[in-house]
């Protein structure tokens, strides 16, 4: 008798390559879901959910103006200041290129 079994992939390993994460996710990704909500983010619930201290969540939101993003600064109900983002360099960009696209149409 032939043992066939040592060729065959086992059920376990293939299991093991699928469940594991694809890819990690960035501090930065975090945020800018946070910022992306209706309601958008105080800095503290930036600082909770980054593990960040108040002076990087500031120096993150200059740098994403920096990078194009639109950033709202409001006033919640409770009296906390909470940020937003109202528009994104790619959605802008995108825009852009579609407006010189048609002004180039015959």
Request: glycine share 6%; with cysteine.
């Amino acid at each position: 008798m032939t043992n066939t079994s040592a060729s065959k992939p086992s059920d376990q390993s293939t299991t093991r390559r699928v469940t594991q994460p694809v890819g990690k996710v960035s501090k930065s990704s975090i945020v800018i879901t946070l910022l992306s909500r209706t309601k958008g983010a105080t800095p503290a619930e930036m600082c909770t959910a980054t593990n960040w201290q108040q002076h990087s969540a500031r120096a993150f939101l200059t740098g994403l103006r920096k990078k194009g993003y639109g950033i709202a600064r409001e006033q919640r109900g409770d009296g906390a200041t909470h940020y937003r983002i109202t528009s994104h360099p790619e959605k802008e960009l995108q825009n852009e290129s579609t407006s010189v696209d048609a002004k180039r149409a015959p």
